[in-house]
């Protein structure tokens, strides 16, 4: 698939029954039972298939809303989008370098890593960030697949650093992870070297580090984060749904992936300059 962002692949009548569809997931939400709707009362009071709704609420899904879907019960919606685009996230950042680059904003790609090494070596700024929505072939170490969690944070950071070596930066960046998972759920996550990061035993992130040389000096490196934020259990496969887990998961409620997005690159951006020589630490 081509590495650029589909602006219009559904029609005004499509936006408008989402529209629809969604106000009435939101009626049912705030009312005082349980919150689910019924896919035959949807399909009744719009018109449509019942196909056609289980089809506008995967593109719900894909833009950000949790829906839970039950048979025999129908749908329910536990949390609303919230803005997740580039705006939503350099809104209020303080980082130095992390994010100030340039964003590459992808609907979906093979791996963020390999979108920022092509960037790199094309001469992009240190501090450009690639993100996906999805990924297709998420990469991990040693050859492994990373499975890329629906609406979760997959993303690669451009560096071109002249001291910090790629095992120094990987334990950076699950630092930075742990610390903004911490700081916004209260949450625990439990550091594993030498690229994962646990929440009540399963993994919720890892990181991945791949760099490019010249005359045996190093040119760019890549640091690649894949963070399960709003995954529920149902979304990872039966083999891996034992060790797979997620801030919705161990917290019961969704978090804002703009504002974890933003302060990891935060925490991240102080450590990394202050390793490169370039800062004193400032953020606890």
């Known amino acids: 698939m081509s590495d650029t962002l589909s602006c219009a692949q559904s029609g005004p009548a499509d936006a408008s029954t989402r529209d629809r569809i969604l106000a009435l997931l939101r009626e049912a939400a705030s009312g005082t039972g349980e919150g689910w709707r019924s896919g035959e009362e949807i399909s009744a009071l719009l018109g449509l298939s019942r196909a056609a709704v289980s089809k506008h609420v995967r593109t719900l899904r894909g833009r950000g809303f949790l829906i839970d879907a039950v048979p025999r019960r129908g749908y329910r919606l536990l949390a609303e989008s919230g803005d997740f685009s580039a ?51 998420g990469k991990g170490r040693k050859g492994r697949s990373w499975f890329s969690a629906p609406r979760s944070l997959a993303f690669t950071i451009v560096l071109r650093p002249s001291r910090a070596g790629a095992a120094e930066v990987t334990h950076m960046a699950l630092r930075a992870v742990c610390d903004a998972v911490c700081e916004i759920t209260g949450l625990e996550p439990e550091l594993k070297e030498p690229n994962d990061v646990l929440l009540d035993g399963r993994k919720i992130c890892g990181v991945l580090a791949e760099s490019g040389h010249r005359a045996d000096e190093l040119e760019w490196m890549v640091i690649g984060i894949g963070v399960n934020v709003n995954a529920r259990a149902e979304d990872f496969a039966p083999e891996i749904r034992d060790r797979a887990g997620s801030l919705l998961i161990s917290s019961g409620r969704a978090v804002d992936r703009a504002r974890l997005l933003r302060r990891i690159l935060e925490r991240l951006d102080d450590c990394y300059l202050a390793a490169e020589g370039r800062l004193v630490p400032t953020l606890e």
Do not use: F, Y
């Open 87 to 137: 705006e939503a996230v350099m809104s209020g950042l303080r980082s130095r370098l992390l994010g100030q680059g340039d964003w590459i904003w992808l609907e979906e790609t093979d791996t963020t890593n390999n979108v920022a090494a092509r960037a790199a070596m094309d001469g992009a700024e240190e501090g450009s960030v690639v993100v996906a929505g999805r990924q297709s072939s």
